[in-house]
């Protein structure tokens, strides 16, 4: 499964999406377009990546701009698997 797969499997069932991610590209805006994705769905999401994953996020590498698109999101999850 490639990095964007993964991070859309991920928001579906962290924030509960009702299979919305399946039409989701990597220029979707998230953080403010989506509902669920409020300061608990970023904490849900970081414990999801860390969980299923086995990455680790530390609380200075997180921002407003890692969560703004998918794309975004992804790219920050391919860099902390060394993709």
């Known amino acids: 499964m490639d990095t964007q797969a993964q991070v859309l499997s991920i928001l579906e069932t962290a924030l509960n999406l009702g299979g919305r991610s399946s039409g989701f590209s990597a220029s979707t805006p998230l953080l403010g377009a989506l509902p669920e994705l409020d300061s608990m769905g970023v904490v849900a999401l970081i414990t999801a990546f860390e969980e299923r994953l086995g990455i680790t996020v530390d609380d200075d ?23």
């Open 61 to 83: 590498e997180i921002s407003g701009d890692t969560f703004a698109t998918v794309g975004s999101l992804r790219d920050f999850v391919a860099s902390k698997l060394g993709r």
